[in-house]
């Protein structure tokens, strides 16, 4: 993706949807900043006015309506990178993605790394106890932690919570 900066390289940071800042520019999927009268607001206000037609938002809708949208063809590597992660993990964390019932590759995806890869731990934050459920249907209640809490519940105690959910990784102090 253009002007993409992942971050740290020990980390996998994988947005599955895109979002309201991944746009096609040229027909390349591109990332725009989200800084205050940068390129993204000018984006935007073109887009409304149709003064870019040809570029457009990349945000795919977590259905299987999604799989037929010309947008997944720019994001099928983030899928194909995403299974092949779970399989290999040893933690995963999902803030706040709901797995709906009618996102038939994701819950695959999820069910099939779960099965491959015994030895990974999973996380699960979401304010929804319904939501930390269909989890627990797919991956059951051996390797996984769920947290019914808001993101911010999740920061103001995410030490606590990962030492709960991962405690044989030794979690190293900010430096």
Not at 52 to 72: F, G, Q
Not at 73 to 94: G, N
Request: aromatic share 12%.
């Amino acid at each position: 993706m253009a002007n993409w900066y992942n971050g740290h390289v020990r980390q996998t940071l994988l947005k599955l949807h895109g979002g309201i800042n991944w746009w096609t520019v040229g027909g390349k999927l591109s990332y725009l900043s989200w800084g205050g009268g940068g390129q993204l607001n000018t984006k935007w206000a073109e887009y409304e006015v149709a003064k870019t037609p040809a570029d457009e938002p990349v945000i795919l809708e977590p259905s299987a309506y999604k799989y037929e949208s010309p947008n997944y063809a720019l994001l099928k590597t983030q899928w194909e990178i995403f299974f092949e992660r779970l399989c290999e993990a040893d933690c995963v964390i999902v803030v706040g993605y709901s797995l709906p019932e009618n996102d038939s590759q994701a819950r695959s995806r999820i069910t099939i790394a779960g099965q491959v890869n015994e030895n990974c731990r999973w996380l699960v934050v979401d304010p929804s106890e319904m939501i930390c459920q269909r989890y627990k249907r797919l991956l059951g209640h051996t390797r996984l932690t769920t947290e019914i809490t808001s993101l911010a519940g999740f920061n103001n105690e995410i030490d606590d919570t990962l030492r709960r959910a991962f405690p044989n990784v030794e979690f190293e102090p900010p430096e």
